[in-house]
């Protein structure tokens, strides 16, 4: 990339993050090597950098202090909690979601609808070779069946990862899947009977109106502030009526919500008082852009009453279909049903996973995918800002 579409694009983000009160107002700034260092670009484009920065008003430059904000901030105020709305997807809308899909591999298309990673953020030629190391390692070149359970390597290390957020895990308490929507649906069919009603968040994944429709269930939205996600007190009033809940606790889709822990902990228990389970998406809890990794429901969890649901979807390799289930006290009944549904995970696709996870390389390209993915939604941002009409409301 060249030295001043570089250095522009780093002042475009800093720039981004003083205008949304990131850096407030008489803050110091990271010294030029700090930035050098972040950033990994020379000490001669960080001075570039905050030249640019200077130049457009948002910073100055005082000797032996080094660089200070001299910007007052946007006042952007995030949208409002949700009020839920009674009516269900119909056909049309359906049919609009196939649409989309059929339409995934037209490259003319940018696809906006869809939540998966380019290709330029994958580390495809790693993945490559262990799939092709699994291939000769495995019995039979990778052809037979797997555990009904699991690719074993792999589920001890979703358990070891779990630690990241004082998860309680070993690999006897997971069951590998096809992702994310295949352990919806295994919890579902395990905990779920027609008629029941299943507690979601407003708006909801369309994936799972479609699977919550196809059981025969009744879906009950809760009020959902875009910041902290559902209302615990409007979870409350509903206890008598619900049967099970299903949440996207860790940036919501399609809000980006993420439930502080005192509402994790507090919805965790007011449902073990009624016994109603939990399913718990949690697809998107590593690609957190702060200093830590937010905690999942399942952390609360003391009656095994959450049921857990990861992938390596949106981080890794969204075509392997590789997922998994915590499912809590009713493990037994979703490996059958797994085993009724599936017989099998793919094989190959398990024990490469579980080759690159080890030794620290998920967690290597997680950091470098989270700053990466921090960069462009600063820069998304800052373009909305830009060009949208001004009433328009954004969370940061």
Not at 92 to 115: K, N, P, Q, W
Not at 182 to 187: P, T
Request: aromatic share 8%.
């Amino acid at each position: 990339m060249k030295r001043e579409i570089l250095y522009q694009k780093i002042a475009g983000t800093i720039a981004w993050q003083i205008k949304t009160g990131i850096w407030k107002a008489g803050e110091k700034l990271p010294s030029l090597r700090t930035i050098s260092n972040e950033y990994g670009v020379s000490l001669n484009t960080a001075i570039q950098v905050y030249y640019e920065l200077e130049k457009e008003g948002f910073i100055i430059s005082r000797p032996k202090s080094g660089y200070i904000v001299n910007y007052k901030p946007l006042n952007l105020s995030a949208p409002a909690t949700t009020q839920p709305s009674a009516q269900s997807p119909g056909k049309e809308e359906a049919d609009l979601i196939m649409e989309v899909y059929h339409s995934i591999e037209d490259s003319s298309i940018t696809r906006f609808s869809l939540g998966i990673p380019e290709d330029v953020l994958l580390p495809i030629a790693k993945l490559y070779k262990e799939l092709t190391k699994a291939m000769y390692s495995l019995p039979g070149n990778g052809t037979r069946y797997e555990d009904p359970q699991g690719n074993i390597r792999l589920r001890n290390y979703i358990a070891r990862f779990a630690y990241s957020w004082n998860g309680n895990l070993t690999e006897d308490d997971i069951v590998t899947t096809t992702g994310v929507t295949n352990s919806i649906s295994l919890a579902l069919s395990v905990i779920a009977r027609k008629g029941d009603t299943i507690a979601v968040e407003s708006p909801v994944y369309f994936g799972i109106l479609q699977l919550a429709n196809s059981m025969g269930l009744r879906v009950l939205e809760l009020p959902t502030n875009p910041v902290t996600g559902i209302e615990p007190d409007a979870l409350r009033k509903v206890l008598p009526q619900i049967n099970l809940c299903l949440l996207i606790s860790n940036f919501s889709n399609p809000l980006g919500s993420c439930m502080p822990d005192e509402h994790k902990k507090e919805v965790v228990q007011m449902l073990a008082e009624y016994n109603i389970p939990l399913i718990e998406d949690d697809l998107y809890g590593d690609v957190f852009f702060g200093h830590s990794r937010p905690k999942p429901c399942k952390a609360f969890d003391e009656k095994g009453l959450v049921l857990w649901c990861g992938s390596v979807s949106k981080t890794l390799a969204p075509g392997y279909r590789v997922g998994w289930i915590a499912p809590g006290k009713f493990k037994d009944a979703v490996i059958r049903q797994k085993h009724i549904h599936l017989i099998s995970t793919p094989t190959l696709n398990q024990e490469a996973i579980a080759n690159f996870m080890e030794n620290g390389r998920y967690e290597n390209h997680l950091r470098r995918l989270r700053h990466e993915l921090h960069s462009n939604s600063l820069h998304l941002a800052q373009s909305i800002t830009y060009y949208f009409p001004e009433d328009t409301k954004i969370i940061t």
